[in-house]
């Protein structure tokens, strides 16, 4: 069986010579183009780069901390004028969906991250002062941390890297020297700021009924009398 084929020599198309003369094309690299696989440009680095978005290499910020979730696809149309990372680093990977959402993430090789809900809650400014009137219902996390009673008696050796609680108290003028030393006399074991706050608002409520705190209903117990504490928070908080 002959085959006849026919002669195309002759027969051109509008495409071949938009593809010669090279009609549309953009000078590379184009704005929006991904330069993921570039180097680092060096002058940008120094911040004397000229060629902006025509620069073949990559202009990468220092604030970029996350990262593009839309480049993990290949589908971010911003390039070098993402706000996000364009680069894989699992350090710096956005936080998953699923388990911020939903508590739960069953993709066993998941490359988002998975941050635990409780570490994300920020500390109560409020609770860290010494009371938070919100209380459980608080929606800012309550850490109770340990009075430093170096930093109490008036010198704390590690200064800002000691890992107890440093509160400063404005203590009146009028209390003596001898007072002051059988206060700290009386806090011969480490106390929280829970069991001080709580016999401090008591005192503050002037409530009779509620002075005297059941010991039972503390956070914490230490071997001393309530006398010390009752006389030492009076003269701290400015009551007659």
């Given at each position: 069986?002959?085959?006849?084929?026919?002669?195309?020599?002759?027969?051109?198309?509008?495409?071949?010579?938009?593809?010669?003369?090279?009609?549309?094309?953009?000078?590379?690299?184009?704005?929006?183009?991904?330069?993921?696989?570039?180097?680092?440009?060096?002058?940008?680095?120094?911040?004397?780069?000229?060629?902006?978005?025509?620069?073949?290499?990559?202009?990468?910020?220092?604030?970029?901390?996350?990262?593009?979730?839309?480049?993990?696809?290949?589908?971010?149309?911003?390039?070098?004028?993402?706000?996000?990372?364009?680069?894989?680093?699992?350090?710096?990977?956005?936080?998953?969906?699923?388990?911020?959402?939903?508590?739960?993430?069953?993709?066993?090789?998941?490359?988002?991250?998975?941050?635990?809900?409780?570490?994300?809650?920020?500390?109560?400014?409020w609770?860290?002062?010494?009371?938070?009137?919100?209380?459980?219902?608080?929606?800012?996390?309550?850490?109770r941390?340990?009075?430093?009673?170096?930093?109490?008696?008036?010198?704390?050796p590690?200064?800002?890297?000691?890992?107890?609680?440093?509160?400063?108290?404005?203590?009146?003028?009028?209390?003596?020297?001898?007072?002051?030393?059988?206060?700290?006399?009386?806090?011969?074991?480490?106390?929280?700021?829970?069991?001080?706050?709580?016999?401090?608002?008591?005192?503050?409520?002037?409530?009779?009924?509620?002075?005297?705190?059941?010991?039972?209903?503390?956070?914490?117990?230490?071997?001393?009398?309530?006398?010390?504490?009752?006389?030492?928070?009076r003269?701290?908080?400015?009551?007659?």
């Open positions: 069986m002959e085959v006849i084929v026919a002669n195309v020599d002759k027969i051109t198309f509008d495409i071949e010579t938009q593809l010669e003369e090279q009609v549309g094309a953009q000078i590379l690299p184009f704005p929006g183009m991904d330069k993921s696989i570039a180097a680092v440009c060096t002058f940008y680095m120094r911040g004397n780069c000229s060629k902006s978005v025509s620069c073949p290499f990559r202009h990468v910020r220092g604030d970029r901390t996350v990262v593009c979730k839309h480049w993990l696809r290949g589908l971010c149309k911003k390039g070098d004028q993402c706000e996000f990372l364009h680069e894989y680093d699992m350090s710096k990977m956005p936080e998953c969906y699923f388990y911020s959402r939903f508590n739960a993430c069953h993709n066993k090789e998941c490359p988002f991250l998975h941050i635990n809900p409780d570490m994300k809650m920020k500390d109560c400014p609770y860290d002062r010494g009371f938070c009137r919100h209380g459980p219902q608080c929606r800012n996390r309550h850490v941390r340990v009075l430093c009673m170096n930093y109490f008696s008036g010198f704390c590690d200064g800002s890297s000691c890992k107890f609680m440093q509160v400063w108290l404005q203590v009146d003028q009028r209390i003596s020297r001898a007072e002051k030393i059988q206060a700290t006399l009386c806090l011969t074991k480490w106390i929280t700021i829970d069991w001080i706050m709580l016999f401090a608002s008591s005192v503050v409520n002037r409530d009779t009924s509620q002075t005297d705190v059941p010991r039972a209903s503390l956070p914490f117990l230490v071997p001393v009398t309530k006398t010390c504490f009752r006389d030492l928070f003269k701290i908080l400015f009551i007659p």
